[in-house]
DNA sequence: CCCGATGGGTTGCGGATTGAAACCATCATG
DNA sequence: CATGATGGTTTCAATCCGCAACCCATCGGG
């Protein structure tokens, strides 16, 4: 179980230094991200989960458990009745900018002009806009105008 | 090669209206965004994406490949010299803000109080704040306050 | 011209992961 | 008591991945 490999010496982790890494070891599959998305718009049973995704019940199974082990999600019991229900934890929440800016990508460079597609929408049925990220100074930052500092 | 489930039927797609699921589908696996992660931090050639994502060679091609299919990568001989490189089209620096916004979830909620980690700095050598996703009128928004409208 | 180093891959293999479908147990309802 | 929903587990085939080995072209010395 214990995966080595000469980038992550016992570590667990694919690159122990660098958060971009370690977010995706916890979520970097094709259907977590998927999971997550749907909790945020409302989704709380196994079924309904399967139902949004098309994800393989197996694999469901796995991707529950495993949301749940790294402190994403909570397992509980519904409230009314004998179901289960599975809810985002703080951090699970926290995943949203992470969302968005997917989806904002998405948007811009995954659809055909004309192409409809499913939107984010505020309480008064507004789009939320595009995020841009700044600087300390407010300036609009990218990739070229910032680089990794390595950890001390 | 025509994978089809139940839930994208022949459209390639994994769920064709979603954004979230379109960019996943391109770029949702475990190294595509550590390879765009570190193009953006400089790296240009073969040898030195294996180096720093330590990803198996024969995947690293595959990888690159479909990169550059998807139009997040383009493959040209250097300026001086005969050796190949891979720089990012538009497309793949505007992945800048998912980078972003998975490395600050990572700094939150993946390490340890007192664990080190590599930092984003800009050109002062300033970390690079929190991006705080805000709706239409200037305020924050969240999962709780947005929902997804379905395509038309 | 020969040698080794470097860059950019390809190939083969075994083990891990995935997807589809079937099966199962527990309730609730009619 | 039959039916359906819920929340899984099991099985099996297909795919994917990591690793190590190999290949080939170029370049810089000696």
Redesign the pocket.
Known sequence: ?S?????APNSGWTDPDCPVARTLDLVG???SLLVVRDAMDGA?????FQ?RT????????????KLIAHGLLV?RT?PS??????VLTDAGRDLFAVILTLRQWGERHAFDPGETHSTLVDQHGTPVPDIAPAGADGALVDADSTHVRRAS
Chains 1, 2 share one sequence.
């Open positions: 179980m995966r080595t490999t000469a980038y599959d094709r259907w709380r049973s196994f079924t309904e139902r098309g994800i393989a019940r197996n694999i469901l199974t796995d991707r529950l458990r397992q519904a009745g004998r179901r289960q229900e599975y």
